[in-house]
């Protein structure tokens, strides 16, 4: 765990990891709008990254995915498996 990051900075990562279980990577995706502050921060810092595919209309918001780089997933204690490295499954 390198990096100097918030409690809710990790929250996030562990939430894109894991979604509601607990520690267990199952996933790799967090949808929500595309200009969402917190998670365009974790991508400045090479935590997370968006993905390349256009955002799309949710009920009037601009909506794309972001995803946890390897980087972010270190720095949480996580590791991402080989079938989510970028993105959904």
């Not at 968006?50 to 590791?79: E, I, N, Q």
């Amino acid at each position: 765990m390198s990096e100097n990051i918030t409690e809710e900075q990790r929250k996030i990562l562990i939430h894109t990891l894991t979604g509601s279980h607990g520690r267990r990577v199952i996933r790799n995706w967090y949808a929500t709008n595309a200009d969402n502050a917190e998670l365009l921060e974790l991508c400045e810092l090479g935590l997370m990254c968006r993905s390349g595919s256009r955002p799309w209309d949710l009920y009037g918001v601009m909506s794309c995915y972001f995803h946890v780089t390897a980087k972010g997933a270190d720095a949480v204690g996580l590791k991402i498996p080989n079938s989510l490295k970028g993105g959904r499954k």
